[in-house]
Each structure stands twice: as C-alpha cells, then as structure tokens.
C-alpha cells in the first residue's frame, strides 16, 4: 500500500495562502486518482478535491476558485494550493490516493471512496 506523508499546514489569518504537498512513497502514475480530504473537530470529514491520472480535477463548491490541486509525478507529490483563506477552512487536511471508484460532487461536496491515507496535517485559518 502507498505511504502518503503530508506537510504545509500551519495557522494563517484570513485572507492568507497555504501550500499543502503530499509526498507518496510510490508513482503516482500507478494511482487513478489522488485528492484531499478535511475534517473540522464535530464535522464529518468532507473530501475537497481531486484529481484524475490524466489530470482531469474535481473540487467542493466551497473551494472552488480558492483553491487549486496539482501533482508533479517526477517528484511523486501532490499539492493544494490554498488561496484567499477563510475561518471555515480550518480543518485537518488529509491526502488520499488509489481511488476506488470515479470521485463525484454531490451535494456540493467531492464524493470519493479511497484505499489510502495520510496522517493528517492541520491548518488553522484565524479571522
């Protein structure tokens, strides 16, 4: 199973800019689909976006045009670009790989089901 170790979390007011990476310990060529997930303390963790093997990207409406995903294979990382940070995104972001089948937005949210996972990196947005 692919190792996925997460870094860029950190506290940032409002506004702000946060770069989350997710190092893979595999290709991730071999994965048909890579993302990220949240989890805010007594919410359910939402999946906020995704991205295909052949680059093709979902994301929550609540991120969307905030946030941007991206993969450099040559370096098997996965990154979220975080922009114009709000309170309510404070969350801790989880990387995800190896999709088990096609992510879908429903109910606003990116709907995926994933057999890995990272440990987790928190960002805490502050208003």
């Known amino acids: 199973q692919v190792q996925l170790v997460e870094s860029g979390g950190g506290s940032v007011q409002a506004g702000g800019s946060l770069r989350l990476s997710c190092a893979a310990s595999?290709?991730?060529?071999?994965?048909?689909?890579m993302g990220w997930f949240r989890q805010a303390p007594g919410r359910e963790r939402e999946g906020v976006a995704f991205i295909a093997s052949d680059g093709g990207t979902i994301y929550a409406d609540s991120v969307k045009g905030r946030f941007t995903i991206s993969k450099d294979n040559a370096k098997n990382t996965l990154y979220l670009q975080m922009n114009s940070l709000k309170p309510e995104d404070t969350a801790n972001y989880y990387c995800?790989?190896?999709?088990?089948?096609?992510?879908?937005?429903?109910?606003?949210?990116?709907?995926?089901?994933?057999?890995?996972w990272g440990q987790g990196t928190q960002v805490t947005v502050s208003s």
């Open positions: 595999r290709s991730m060529s071999s994965s048909n689909c």
């Open positions: 995800a790989a190896d999709c088990l089948r096609r992510p879908k937005v429903v109910a606003g949210e990116v709907a995926a089901d994933v057999g890995a």
